[in-house]
């Protein structure tokens, strides 16, 4: 069975959504990317993976990062806990954005479910005062 990559272009807007409303300047969306896999067998949800620093050095480019979406299983969750997850995988990224990825153990407890959840409700709270401030 082949792994079959899909470009998701609405996780990405909203992947983009998350960085700029949460002030995560750090993050260059420019060079993230989402995309769905179908057929994959693995557990997670979701992944992240970048470019190893000794391609950006042997090409000379920028640090490269893409979210790893699994089709069936994502698709199915619904809209809060899908932000929750792209707020997962983002907060791998460290704040050097230097194509390295922070591992669940060093980021403990960065990336736990409670601190997770806190992004989330932040984020929430910063899009509903937009809305207000808006009207």
Known sequence: MNLDFIRADEAEQKMKDLVETLGWDH???EFVRCVFSKNSTSRALARIWSTPRIFTAAFNSSPKYVIELLYS???NLNEDDKVKVLIHELLHIPK???GALKPHI???????CKR???????YRELKQNNYINRL
């Open 27 to 29: 993050i260059n969306t």
């Open 73 to 75: 299983k994502y698709l």
């Open 96 to 98: 050097t954005f230097s």
């Open 106 to 112: 060093e980021m403990n407890p960065t990336l736990d």
């Open 116 to 122: 997770v959840d806190e992004w989330y409700r932040q």
